[in-house]
């Protein structure tokens, strides 16, 4: 249990495991999800190296992904989207921290790589399309990269988003 991570988040695309918005819960979607988290599991056991691996870590900055997107205008209104024309400043903070958590076998090929950041997952790696999330598309990059299991984890991204990417409506 004490090497045992858990991370919860949502998406804007997938189905609903839980009545919100106004669509229902869909139980075959929730009922594969339970699957595939057993087998994440299962997996990962399979995987455990008797050799064991070497943890390695850095902290990044990446600033220019997000912002806190809850911006005061200059009527002193608060807005998230829309004509930015009259921006004041940011309503809070942004956290730009970027922690990657590594792990390679005694050959040094990277098992397994984990990183987070705050930014909410809304947003693609090019500019004015929609996506569930950029920072899945960069995980799979990396893993098709590095040849080892990887995974992002989102950090606190209540207000902060990738405002550049989004259309106003």
């Known amino acids: ?8 988040t949502h998406t804007h695309h997938a189905p609903s495991t839980v009545r919100v918005h106004g669509y229902d819960r869909v139980p075959a979607f ?13 997996e990962a056991n399979a ?5 064991g691996c070497e ?3 850095h902290l990044g900055r990446e600033e220019t992904v997000g912002m806190n997107s809850r911006l005061m205008l200059g009527d002193q ?11 004041v400043r940011p309503t809070g903070p942004f956290d730009p921290e970027l922690p990657v958590l590594a792990f390679r076998d005694s050959n040094q090929q990277f098992k397994a ?9 809304i947003g693609t790696m090019g500019g004015r399309k929609r996506s569930p999330s950029f ?10 990269e590095l040849h080892g299991i990887t995974g992002f984890l989102e950090g606190a991204s209540g ?5 550049s990417g989004f259309t106003p409506v």
């Open 55 to 57: 943890f390695l870590f």
């Open 159 to 163: 207000s902060t988003h990738n405002l």
């Open 135 to 144: 920072y899945g598309l960069a995980a799979q990059q990396l893993e098709a």
């Open 47 to 51: 995987n455990l190296s008797k050799d």
């Open 77 to 87: 209104t608060i807005y998230w989207t829309g004509d930015r024309s009259d921006v």
């Open 113 to 121: 790589l984990l990183f987070n950041h705050s930014t909410h997952t």
């Open 30 to 42: 929730c009922e594969e999800v339970q699957r595939k988290i057993v087998q994440a599991v299962t």
């Open 1 to 8: 249990g004490d090497r045992v991570l858990i991370n919860c």
